[in-house]
């Protein structure tokens, strides 16, 4: 892969967008190279993945500009429906996510963050989907995501004004969930995610199931999902580990992954 890397280190994988020349904007190749990098992520080994970008400038500065400027309508549906598929294989991997967002994550950047369960963010961090001052409306997801994390309101402020978010701003109205210096911010998600990758893991990515499945359906529905998926930890090796460790009053070995 030319603009995608992928590695792993202690249970949690790294997923860095590195076309650093135009600021990690994702033309079609980048974004088949991220298919074909969350297709290698196996959560047998992984138990968490950060998503970067490559530098300090940026995540993600969006989809690439350059690309999408003579696109046909059919041709933008194509291009929108290929980040889409993408980005929803990214929200739905069974393991946890987090976006470590250093400078801008605009357009299909701000996507690609959203799309992750969990983002930290550098001081330097700017958000924002600029899409209608290119004519367009964000393609990635931007329009849905954005409005269920922060809000309808203050997604619609946002989207029709095409405004940009500091990083204190987007801590505030929940865009993100911490802040930390730029020299910081990779060894934070790392902590995040090996505290994540701690716990048992059969248990983390059912966690992730019934949040992600439970809130498209109505609440007499997701509790059902829910039960389905308390059910489905029992019998397991780290279940019965776990729980017999508490019993005898000694600490749990670490958790196995069966
Ligand atoms: N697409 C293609 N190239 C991009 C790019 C993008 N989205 N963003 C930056 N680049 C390129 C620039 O063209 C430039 O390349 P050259 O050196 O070859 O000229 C290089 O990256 C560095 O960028 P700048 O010189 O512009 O850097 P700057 O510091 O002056 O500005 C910036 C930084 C404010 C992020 C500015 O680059 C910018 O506004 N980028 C575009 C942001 C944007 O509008 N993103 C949304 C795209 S639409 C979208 O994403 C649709 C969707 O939902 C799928």
Same mark, same amino acid.
């Given at each position: 892969?030319?603009?995608?890397?992928?590695?792993?280190?202690?249970?949690? *994988?790294?997923?860095?967008?590195?076309?650093?020349? #135009?600021?990690? =904007?994702?033309?079609?190749?980048?974004? !088949? /190279?991220?298919?074909? =990098?969350?297709?290698? &992520?196996?959560? *047998?080994?992984?138990?968490?993945?950060?998503?970067?970008? /490559?530098?300090?400038?940026?995540?993600?500065?969006? #989809?690439?500009?350059?690309?999408?400027?003579?696109?046909?309508?059919? /041709?933008?549906?194509?291009?929108?429906?290929?980040?889409?598929?993408?980005?929803?294989?990214?929200?739905?991997?069974?393991?946890?996510?987090?976006?470590?967002?250093? *400078?801008?994550?605009? *357009?299909?950047?701000?996507?690609?963050?959203?799309?992750?369960?969990?983002?930290?963010?550098?001081? +330097?961090?700017?958000?924002?989907?600029?899409?209608?001052?290119?004519?367009?409306?964000?393609?990635?997801?931007?329009?849905?995501?954005? =409005?269920?994390?922060?809000?309808?309101?203050?997604?619609?402020?946002?989207?029709?004004? #095409?405004?940009?978010?500091?990083?204190?701003?987007?801590?505030?109205?929940?865009?993100?969930?911490?802040?930390?210096?730029?020299? +910081?911010?990779?060894?934070?998600?790392?902590?995040?995610?090996?505290?994540?990758?701690?716990?048992?893991?059969?248990?983390? !990515? #059912?966690?992730?199931?019934?949040?992600?499945?439970?809130?498209?359906?109505?609440?007499? !529905?997701?509790?059902?999902?829910? /039960?389905?998926?308390?059910?489905?930890?029992?019998?397991?090796?780290?279940?019965?580990?776990?729980?017999?460790?508490?019993?005898?009053?000694?600490? =749990?070995?670490?958790? &196995?992954?069966?």
């Amino acid at each position: 892969m030319e603009f995608v890397q992928f590695s792993v280190k202690e249970n949690v *994988g790294i997923l860095t967008v590195a076309r650093p020349a #135009a600021l990690n =904007a994702l033309n079609d190749q980048v974004i !088949r /190279e991220l298919s074909e =990098a969350l297709d290698q &992520v196996d959560p *047998g080994v992984v138990r968490c993945l950060i998503v970067r970008g /490559e530098g300090e400038k940026a995540f993600v500065a969006g #989809a690439d500009i350059g690309q999408m400027s003579s696109l046909s309508k059919a /041709e933008g549906q194509t291009f929108g429906k290929l980040g889409n598929d993408v980005f929803r294989k990214l929200e739905t991997l069974p393991i946890p996510t987090i976006a470590a967002v250093c *400078g801008f994550a605009l *357009g299909g950047g701000c996507e690609l963050a959203m799309s992750c369960d969990i983002r930290l963010a550098s001081e +330097t961090a700017v958000f924002g989907q600029p899409e209608v001052g290119l004519g367009i409306t964000p393609g990635f997801g931007g329009t849905q995501r954005m =409005a269920r994390l922060i809000g309808v309101g203050r997604a619609k402020e946002l989207l029709y004004t #095409a405004r940009k978010v500091k990083a204190p701003e987007a801590l505030a109205i929940g865009l993100v969930q911490g802040v930390y210096p730029v020299e +910081t911010l990779m060894d934070e998600a790392m902590k995040l995610a090996s505290r994540i990758a701690a716990n048992a893991p059969i248990a983390v !990515r #059912a966690v992730k199931k019934a949040v992600n499945e439970g809130l498209q359906v109505d609440m007499d !529905r997701a509790i059902v999902i829910e /039960e389905e998926l308390f059910g489905s930890c029992f019998e397991t090796v780290d279940q019965k580990n776990a729980m017999a460790a508490f019993l005898e009053k000694r600490k =749990a070995d670490p958790f &196995v992954n069966r």
